[in-house]
């Protein structure tokens, strides 16, 4: 039995849901591995707070859709690190509305990458390694294009919709090995500085967070969606949730637009 700690392993850790859900496995024991794309100031500060209340981290740049990083991160902690006990697999792949004719092979493609094939890369090498020990969880995050295509969305609903298709496929192979693969469904906006944020820009991101943000409860907080990802991950296998939503009070839900 190894007595390293186990491993919450996040590829893409922004200050969104993938650091915040890193910090509270931290919080619980768990060594995080966080990897995002670029920030390097934003990703040494995550590990450095997190190490500050006591817990263990370590962080990683890399280009998930660069051939091989994925697969080297899975090997390389696993070797160094600890036992990857949770992925968190929380690339999103949003490139704002575009109609048909704007969405060019390019970008439809890096959708698919990011966010149907990037799983694909991440599963293949995590859980046969977790299925050998026979447990661990694998949580994705996904979104309302998931389940539910919309005008300028082609390249994020399919990708999406290919994510949750894939989750239950890899449900169906590892569950019975012990694998808990939990597709997690964000149904609205995230109070999420490094993506929702970097889309709209500062003004219109303050703007949404002084409207439906802070103590209006509008936008979904990372800690709270963290506290659903500790729970998914805690829970017994005679009772695993494969699927689940999350929105606002005061959002309608994505079957009801
Ligand atoms: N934010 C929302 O309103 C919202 C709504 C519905 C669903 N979601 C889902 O939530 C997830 C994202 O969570 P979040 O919005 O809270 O963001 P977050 O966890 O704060 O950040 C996600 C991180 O992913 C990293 N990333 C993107 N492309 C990458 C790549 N090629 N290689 C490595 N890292 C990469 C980004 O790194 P860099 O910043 O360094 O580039 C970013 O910081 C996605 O699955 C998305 O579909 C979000």
Redesign the pocket.
């Known amino acids: 039995m190894s007595s390293r700690p186990p491993v919450c392993l ?12 890193g910090r509270r496995f931290a919080a619980e024991g768990y060594h995080a591995v966080l ?5 390097q100031q ?2 040494d500060a995550l590990v450095a707070e997190i190490q500050a209340e006591g817990g263990l981290a370590s962080g990683f ?6 051939p091989d ?1 994925i697969e080297n991160l899975v090997t390389s902690t696993e070797s160094t690190i600890g036992p990857i006990d949770v992925v968190v ?6 490139i704002g509305d575009r109609a048909l004719l704007e969405t060019s092979y390019k970008s439809f493609e890096m959708c698919w ?3 149907t094939f ?1 799983l694909f890369r991440a599963a293949t090498a995590a859980c046969p390694i977790m299925a050998e020990r026979g447990k661990g969880s694998f949580l ?6 998931a389940v539910r295509g919309n005008a300028g969305q082609h390249a ?1 609903a399919a990708a ?1 919709g290919g994510r949750r298709m894939l989750c239950q496929s890899l449900n169906a192979e590892f569950g019975p090995k012990g694998i808990h693969i939990a597709h997690i ?15 709209l820009g500062p003004d219109m991101f303050q703007a949404l967070r002084e409207t439906r943000g802070m103590e209006h409860d509008g ?2 907080l ?1 800690d709270k ?1 963290a506290d659903t990802y500790w729970h998914l991950a805690q829970q017994h296998r005679s009772t695993w949730t494969h699927e689940m939503d999350l929105r606002s009070f005061t959002d309608r839900p994505w079957w009801n637009h």
């Open positions: 996040v590829i893409g850790a922004g200050a969104g849901i993938g650091g915040t859900v990897c995002r794309r670029s920030d934003g990703l740049l890399l280009n998930a859709v660069e990083t697999f929380n690339l999103g792949a949003q990458r990011l966010a990037g994705v995050t996904s979104s309302t294009a994020h999406m469904l964000i149904d609205g906006a995230v109070d999420a500085p490094d993506t929702l944020g970097k889309m936008l979904m990372p969606i």
